[in-house]
């Protein structure tokens, strides 16, 4: 019996075709989503204090000090979270399951302006996660897509939308971090008095790490 073109292809995917997707599918990835912050803060003051003694032929003497301190603190703390996703799949990681009460009304007007939610609906409570997919590529690299999704709550219904024009998609080597943003703030204070002064400086920087591994 002579095998047809069609024929042919069709044994050859369920024999397993060389490098076929279904030995990529018996492969797993963890991603791995990490905050990163650090942040250093400076004092240096100068006070002086000083009186004036009258003596009893009705001279003066004054009398003082000054006093100097300088302190300087640096602070690095990191969150993550990290999810599953078999090779060709796709997963959830949650980022937050109650979204704070101020900011709600920034993911309605959002929602509302980009037509996923009439308008008029009134938020109740929002919760936001990450939905994850990804797709092994030769040279131990690994594509992967990031959506936002957004759980919402009102006083007649709710909803799961998932924000397509938000997701961002890129190739990162296996088991390197790679920065997806962030922010940075920069303060400066300065409090003059009559026999010193004080001044502050502090700042912030907050990175989004993306990471993901390979799982031989």
Not at 18 to 25: C, K, M, V
Request: positive net charge; glycine residues 12%; proline residues 4%.
């Amino acid at each position: 019996m002579k095998a047809t073109p069609t024929l042919a292809v069709l044994l050859l995917l369920l024999c397993g075709w060389p490098g076929s997707l279904g030995a990529q599918s018996n492969k797993q990835v963890k991603v791995v989503f990490e905050f990163r912050l650090s942040g250093t803060q400076s004092r240096e003051a100068v006070q002086g204090s000083g009186r004036v003694v009258i003596t009893e032929r009705g001279g003066t003497q004054p009398s003082g000090r000054v006093a100097a301190d300088s302190a300087q603190r640096r602070v690095q703390r990191s969150t993550g979270i990290f999810t599953i996703v078999r090779d060709g799949g796709e997963s959830s990681m949650l980022v937050a399951s109650q979204v704070p009460y101020p900011q709600v009304a920034f993911y309605r007007d959002y929602l509302t302006g980009a037509g996923y939610v009439a308008t008029g609906v009134q938020f109740r409570d929002v919760g936001t996660s990450l939905k994850v997919g990804t797709t092994i590529l030769p040279g131990n690299q690994v594509k992967v897509r990031l959506t936002p999704t957004i759980s919402w709550f009102s006083t007649e219904k709710s909803g799961l939308i998932e924000v397509s024009q938000a997701s961002t998609e890129l190739i990162v080597p296996s088991g390197r971090p790679v920065v997806l943003g962030g922010t940075t703030t920069q303060t400066h204070e300065l409090t003059r008095r009559i026999l010193g002064y004080r001044a502050s400086e502090s700042g912030a920087e907050t990175t989004m790490a993306l990471t993901a591994i390979i799982q031989q």
